[in-house]
DNA sequence: CAATGTGAAAGACTTCACAGCC
DNA sequence: GGCTGTGAAGTCTTTCACATTG
């Protein structure tokens, strides 16, 4: 609808609409760029940046489509380009405001972890609930007890929440930093929440991942008449 | 520079022909189930199952099917049973050795992540290439040093390698991983890991769920009328 | 009757293969 | 010549809707 550059696709999707499938490999994309940019490479070809990523190159060259024509013909892309198209339309190039509730084992290595700064995210509160270790220092961050959350969430003007907690608090916590404005959790209890409308949740989960490496390891060590016979040279 | 195939290749379908969005769920599925089990319910509609598991019902109907027959019709699944042929099915009805590779703040919050031991998945080795945390005690398990990998992996029967190392290290520790026998991988670390055919990896990170959320949440905050593409030649 | 199990339809995603442009 | 961008084909996944069965 909005009017574009007259070259522009003529498909029915304009550049809105970007498949998920798309969107959770633009990141992916993102961090190869990265590295080649840290590298002094300036061009990459589809086939290169798609080795780099982990991906076939046609998909690449799809998913790429979706957010605009970024690429030369019979050159590539600009890697320094490329990397603030897929920035922008990623909103990292704005900050993000995070908060990590619950202080355990995974909340500090969250805490630590040096992804997010670099990355336009910033955590601005650690709280949790256990009064034993509120007011340690963590990173750089005094842990809070989860009676401010609401407060933090607002001063802070926090929009991604981040649940680290035990299982048993986690559908609770939601519900507090949803009610407090919250619309993006990032949840690493392993409980299904529900959230309403409008609230986007994802899901990390260590144990749901070892039991699907499970599965094919089963598969491999026991079944009889498997189809991807391994060719040992 | 060995020649390799970039990405796992995901092992194709399994004999049974379990569609892989199936395998990934029924570890979802295990989990509502084994709730339901502790509350002492006996049986469960496909209705009331797919809720607590967060899908509609008619995918759950599906998935399970794949399995086999293993409800009745105007009533639904016993639990019991079902808990059990999902174990089955996953390979936890079979003990997984695992061992750890990185004992910063994440790989410690692996080794105290309690969700291990009640699944099967029995923690073999800590392991770091840092001298001086070697000999600490996390967890009632001894940190070795990663001269050991390969001793560990062989005496103690390791199938699944869990990747906890900062990026640099991380291939070259797949790598170690995979030549000492080692067929499944659970990567944490910020790289795309290169395996040959017949090996499997998971990735999980942190830094991608953000700016996926990240992505969504720029959406929300700009309504419907953003899109203004400049045209930078 | 109630709820499963499943063909068939719809939709999403991937891959192919090549036209079009540099 | 080389490489992108993309329709079209192919594959996988979800959803629908209902015949089937305890």
Redesign the pocket.
């Known amino acids: 609808m909005t009017p574009r550059h007259p ?5 029915k999707e304009s550049a809105k609409g970007i ?4 969107v959770a ?1 633009l990141p992916v994309y993102l961090r190869a760029l990265q590295g080649l940019k840290d590298r002094g490479v300036a061009t ?6 798609a080795a780099a990523a982990g ?5 690449l ?5 979706h957010l ?10 600009e890697v320094e380009y490329l990397v603030y198209q897929i920035s922008r339309e990623l909103g990292l190039t704005q900050d993000w405001v995070v908060a990590i509730i619950g202080v355990g084992n995974l909340g500090r290595a969250l805490a630590g972890y040096g992804g997010f700064a670099s990355r336009g995210f910033r955590v601005a509160g650690l709280l949790d609930a256990d009064a034993s270790i509120v007011g340690e220092r963590i990173s750089g961050l005094t842990v809070e007890h989860t009676d401010k959350l609401e407060t933090i969430i607002k001063d802070q003007g926090v929009s991604i929440a981040v649940i680290a907690t035990p299982a048993a608090a986690a559908q609770a916590v939601c519900d507090r930093v949803v009610a407090a404005g919250v619309t993006s959790v990032l949840n690493f209890a392993p409980v299904v929440l529900s959230v309403p409308e409008g609230v986007d949740v994802r899901k990390v989960d260590l144990s749901i991942e070892l039991q699907i490496l499970a599965f094919h390891e089963q598969r491999k060590a026991g079944g009889p008449h498997e189809e991807y016979i391994e060719v040992h040279p």
């Open positions: 070259n522009a696709r003529t498909l498949p998920e499938a798309t490999r990459v070809s589809s086939e290169e940046l991906v076939n190159s046609a998909k060259r799809k998913d790429l489509s605009g024509s970024y690429g030369t013909r019979g050159v590539g892309y």
